[in-house]
C-alpha cells in the first residue's frame, strides 16, 4: 500500500517538473513564426484555426515530393476520418470514403463532393472520380468532414476539392522526369508566371506503366490551365481548362485466396479471355468571376462546360461487351453482341441517338 502511494506521489511530481520544462521551452518558442494555412472550406477564406470544421490540408510539396503525383490517394491516406483504397489497378477508380461516407460505393466516389478549382466534378448521377486531378499544378488540396460539407449540397459526406496553384513571379519552366520498375514512367511539364495583371500555370503530365502483372498496363495523359486575369483592385477573372484521356487500361480482375497463395503476380484468366479493360475521356472548361466587397463578403460568379465518356469493354461468355457511361446526359448503354467483328461502338452510340440525337456524334463516343 505504501509502495503504490510513494508510486502515485513520484508520477505526480514528474508530471509536474514535465509541465515547467513545458512552460520553459513554449516561453522560449513564442517569438518564433508560425504559417498560417489559410482554407476556404467555408466559402470564404480564413485561417483554419479560425473554421469551426474538421478540415485538412495538404500542400503542394507533400503532393510532388511525398508519392508518385498520380493518384490522390497516395497522398491523403493519413487524413484522420478518410479510407483511401488504390489497388494500382488503373481500370478501377480510385475509392475513397469520409467517415463511412461512400464505402458502399463499387467503384467511384459516392456521397463525397468533388471539385476542382470551384467548379464541380461530381456527374449528376452522384459519382465523381479524383482520377481528372492534375496534381503537378496544384497548390493544394482540401478535404472538409463532417456536417459543414452540407453547404456544398445535399447528401454529401464530405468534400474533396483541388486547387490549382496561381501564377506569380517571372516565367519559369519546371521539368520532371521518373522511371521505375515494371515499365513505370512520369514525365511532366509546367510553365507559369506573372506578368503585369495576367498570372498563369499550364500543366501537362504524361504517366504509363506496363504493370506488375500481366494484362494490367495503363497510360494517362492529362493537362491543366489556369490563367487569371486581375480586371482592378478587387475584381479578378479566372479561366480554368482540364483535359485528361486514359485509353484502356488494363484490368487483371481479382485473385482468389488459390490463385493468390500458388502466384501472387498472377491475373485471373478470365482478364485475358475476356481482355477486360477501360477508358477515360474527359474535358472541361470554366470561367470564374470574382469580386472582394469586403473583408469578410465577397462575390463568386461561374461558368463551367464540359463532358465525361467512360468507357468498359470486353468479353462475358461468348458476347462481345461494351458500356459506355455519359453523366452529363444521365445515360448509360450497355452492348453484348454474340458477334466478335460487331462494332459494338457503333451499336451504342446508335442506342444514345434514340434518348438525344445529339449522342450520335463521334465526338461523344469514339470508335
Known amino acids: 500500500m505504501l509502495f503504490q502511494r510513494l508510486g502515485s506521489l513520484t508520477a505526480v ?28 472550406a467555408t466559402r470564404i477564406p480564413m485561417s483554419s484555426y479560425n473554421v469551426p470544421a474538421a478540415i485538412s490540408t495538404v500542400p503542394a510539396s507533400q503532393l510532388r515530393n511525398d508519392a508518385l503525383g498520380v493518384n490522390l490517394a497516395d497522398d491523403i ?4 476520418g478518410l479510407l483511401a483504397r488504390n489497388r494500382n489497378n488503373y481500370a478501377q477508380d480510385q475509392q475513397i470514403s469520409i467517415r463511412g461516407f461512400g464505402a458502399n460505393s463499387t ?41 459543414f ?10 468534400v474533396i476539392q483541388i486547387f490549382t496553384a496561381d501564377g506569380s513571379g517571372p516565367p519559369q519552366l519546371r ?40 494484362h494490367s498496363s495503363a497510360k494517362n495523359e492529362s493537362f491543366n490551365a489556369k490563367i487569371g486575369l486581375a480586371v482592378n483592385d478587387s475584381s479578378k477573372l479566372t479561366l480554368v481548362t482540364n483535359v485528361i484521356a486514359r485509353p484502356d487500361a488494363m484490368d487483371p480482375l481479382g485473385l482468389t485466396p488459390a490463385q493468390f497463395a500458388a502466384d501472387t503476380n498472377s491475373t485471373d484468366p478470365a482478364a485475358t479471355q475476356f481482355n477486360t479493360r477501360k477508358s477515360l475521356q474527359q474535358q472541361q472548361g470554366g470561367l470564374i468571376y470574382d469580386l472582394a466587397i469586403s473583408e469578410a463578403q465577397s462575390l463568386r460568379v461561374s461558368g463551367y462546360l464540359g463532358h465525361r465518356i467512360v468507357e468498359h469493354r470486353g468479353e462475358w461468355q461468348g458476347f462481345v461487351s461494351y458500356i459506355v457511361r455519359l453523366p452529363e446526359d444521365q445515360l448509360s448503354v450497355v452492348v453484348f453482341a454474340n458477334l ?28
Not at 491516406?77 to 484522420?80: A, K, L, R, Y
Not at 515499365?183 to 508566371?193: D, I, K, M, T, V
Not at 467483328?341 to 469514339?366: M, W
Open 340 to 367: 466478335a467483328d460487331a462494332n459494338v461502338v457503333k451499336i451504342a452510340r446508335e442506342v444514345a441517338a434514340i434518348y438525344n440525337p445529339e449522342l450520335a456524334s463521334p465526338t461523344k463516343a469514339n470508335e
Open 175 to 214: 521539368t520532371g522526369f521518373l522511371y521505375g520498375s515494371f515499365g513505370e514512367l512520369r514525365a511532366n511539364a509546367n510553365f507559369s508566371g506573372a506578368q503585369g495583371p495576367l498570372a498563369y500555370n499550364l500543366d501537362y503530365t504524361h504517366f504509363s506503366i506496363a504493370g506488375f502483372r500481366p
Open 149 to 158: 460539407s452540407a453547404l456544398y449540397g445535399n447528401s454529401s459526406g464530405g
Open 77 to 80: 491516406g493519413t487524413v484522420p
Open 13 to 40: 511530481l514528474l508530471f509536474t517538473v514535465g509541465r515547467s520544462a513545458l512552460g520553459a521551452q513554449i516561453s522560449q518558442s513564442e517569438s518564433q513564426s508560425v504559417d498560417v494555412v489559410t482554407v476556404t
Open 107 to 147: 467503384f467511384g466516389i459516392r456521397g463525397v463532393r468533388v471539385y476542382q478549382d470551384g467548379l464541380p466534378a461530381t456527374g449528376p448521377d452522384g459519382q465523381g472520380q479524383v482520377s481528372q486531378f492534375n496534381l503537378d499544378s496544384a497548390g493544394r488540396v482540401e478535404i472538409l468532414r463532417g456536417p
